[in-house]
């Protein structure tokens, strides 16, 4: 007596074939999901190419990071309404008249704030270096910022600065109010570039 093996009926195929489909487009979804999340959370940028920005000044004068290429840029985040960005305001702009001869740029981007209230501090601080509303936070989205004060140090070649200092913190952003020696340090290493 010999047996014989037979398939499976047409329709359990192709049930089958479906389930495996669907199943592959789960898949997927959750693929596309875990990346998604892995990338909202992976924190401020620390490394690498400096993202691509236009940030146009309260006086009207555009900046645009490839057009800026063989210049040292300190790009720092703040906001009126943020305390700790009154403490480093003065440090930014001692540095921006040290520096600004060297061809040092420092920018200021106003993060969620008014107008009216960002030129006040402006004045208050006295600043004369560029500043200029991150309009839709597209600059903060970019650089991933976790709030203000937070500050990039963009070397010549438009890559963050790279290393670790001796305290263990990557060189090419600092999160919080930054003090005013870690500034002149990290201009002084982007200069030597």
Same mark, same amino acid.
């Given at each position: 007596?010999?047996?014989?093996?037979?398939?499976?009926?047409?329709?359990? #195929?192709?049930?089958?074939?479906?389930?495996?489909?669907?199943?592959?487009?789960?898949?997927?979804?959750?693929?596309?999901?875990?990346?998604?999340?892995?990338?909202?959370?992976?924190?401020?940028?620390?490394?690498?190419?400096?993202?691509?920005?236009?940030?146009?000044?309260?006086?009207?004068?555009?900046?645009?990071?490839?057009?800026?290429?063989?210049?040292?840029?300190?790009?720092?985040?703040?906001?009126?309404?943020?305390?700790?960005?009154?403490?480093?305001?003065?440090?930014?702009? #001692?540095?921006?008249?040290?520096?600004?001869?060297?061809?040092?740029?420092?920018?200021?981007?106003?993060?969620?704030?008014?107008?009216?209230?960002?030129?006040?501090?402006?004045?208050?601080?006295?600043?004369?270096?560029?500043?200029?509303?991150?309009?839709?936070?597209?600059?903060?989205?970019?650089?991933?910022?976790?709030?203000?004060?937070?500050?990039?140090?963009?070397?010549?070649?438009?890559?963050?600065?790279?290393?670790?200092?001796?305290?263990?913190?990557?060189?090419?952003?600092?999160?919080?109010?930054?003090?005013?020696?870690?500034?002149?340090?990290?201009?002084?290493?982007?200069?030597?570039?």
């Amino acid at each position: 007596m010999s047996e014989t093996v037979t398939s499976a009926p047409p329709k359990r #195929r192709g049930a089958l074939i479906i389930f495996g489909v669907v199943v592959a487009i789960l898949l997927a979804l959750l693929a596309v999901l875990a990346i998604a999340v892995q990338q909202r959370g992976a924190g401020p940028l620390a490394s690498g190419s400096a993202p691509e920005f236009t940030l146009t000044s309260f006086d009207g004068q555009k900046f645009t990071l490839s057009e800026l290429r063989g210049k040292p840029v300190v790009l720092n985040f703040w906001a009126s309404w943020c305390i700790p960005c009154r403490d480093e305001a003065p440090a930014l702009q #001692r540095a921006w008249e040290k520096y600004k001869d060297q061809g040092v740029l420092i920018l200021g981007v106003d993060y969620v704030d008014t107008d009216a209230d960002a030129k006040k501090f402006i004045a208050e601080f006295q600043q004369t270096y560029p500043n200029g509303a991150d309009l839709g936070t597209k600059i903060s989205q970019a650089y991933k910022i976790s709030g203000v004060p937070e500050t990039y140090f963009i070397g010549k070649d438009g890559k963050l600065l790279p290393g670790i200092d001796e305290n263990g913190r990557v060189k090419g952003n600092w999160i919080g109010p930054l003090p005013e020696a870690v500034l002149i340090a990290r201009i002084e290493e982007m200069l030597r570039q």
